[in-house]
């Protein structure tokens, strides 16, 4: 056994082996306890990669986002993450980059969205890049590379019971609903895969998104900017169905 040991350890053959055995030991280990251990291993792992790889890209995009919307490049909002021991959601601050401008108009009051989002923003939004600051959101533990999207605080109340099952994930960067029509899908269709994701958390399914998030990236489907959107906002949209 010895003998055989030694050998495995100096030669390629044995160390191709060792290192083949290894990674189908990780990946089924991984596999096995993704949900309640290594999801977060790898939000904090990846993110932190992606952190450092990317930063001169982030480094460039607040300078030019300084001087596009002329002070402060980014945009920071309250958002409801995951449920919590006591019941309720963590509300945390997402931070992403700034795609409209403060333009106010002769009484002081902002212009309407369409008008404050310039080219700048809408290239921005069209290629996701604005959504790169919320790496750091991923590396302190508010969000999951893939999960479902934070939304506003204000739509809380709206939810159905069964809707607010998202919440008992971390909020993600992308996830089911973002690769199976994003914007251009209904609220109960976005939260309905948002559910189905939340009752089917893997390995494989998360690996499966971040590529087709990747592929969606590239080739720019599915992003609506500004009025392109399909369906307005959840509590104006549930209010008038209450009323």
């Not at 001169?56 to 920071?76: D, E, Q, R, S, Y």
């Not at 720019?220 to 549930?238: C, F, M, P, T, Y």
Request: net charge positive.
């Amino acid at each position: 056994m010895k003998e055989f040991l030694l050998t495995l350890v100096s030669s390629w053959w044995g160390i191709f082996l060792i290192c083949i055995v290894s990674i189908t030991l990780t990946v089924l280990i991984s596999a096995l306890l993704y949900r309640p251990i290594f999801k977060r291993v790898y939000d904090v792992l990846l993110s932190g990669i992606a952190i450092i790889v990317l930063s001169p890209l982030l480094l460039c995009l607040i300078i030019v986002g300084a001087i596009k919307m002329k002070g402060n490049p980014f945009f920071t909002q309250k958002r409801p993450g995951k449920i919590g021991k006591d019941g309720n959601e963590k509300i945390f601050t997402l931070i992403k980059f700034r795609t409209m401008s403060n333009a106010k108009d002769k009484d002081g009051k902002l212009l309407p969205d369409d008008v404050r989002l310039n080219k700048y923003g809408r290239m921005l939004r069209s290629t996701s890049l604005d959504e790169l600051p919320e790496l750091f959101n991923i590396f302190i533990g508010d969000m999951s590379i893939v999960g479902p999207r934070p939304l506003l605080v204000s739509y809380l109340p709206y939810y159905t019971e069964e809707e607010r099952h998202r919440h008992n994930v971390r909020p993600g960067l992308t996830g089911l609903a973002q690769v199976n029509g994003r914007n251009a899908i209904s609220w109960e269709e976005k939260f309905s895969f948002d559910i189905k994701y939340v009752n089917n958390i893997s390995l494989f399914a998360d690996i499966k998104i971040i590529l087709q998030t990747v592929l969606k990236v590239i080739k720019k489907s599915d992003i609506l900017v500004g009025a392109e959107h399909k369906v307005g906002k959840l509590n104006e949209e549930r209010s008038k169905k209450q009323d």
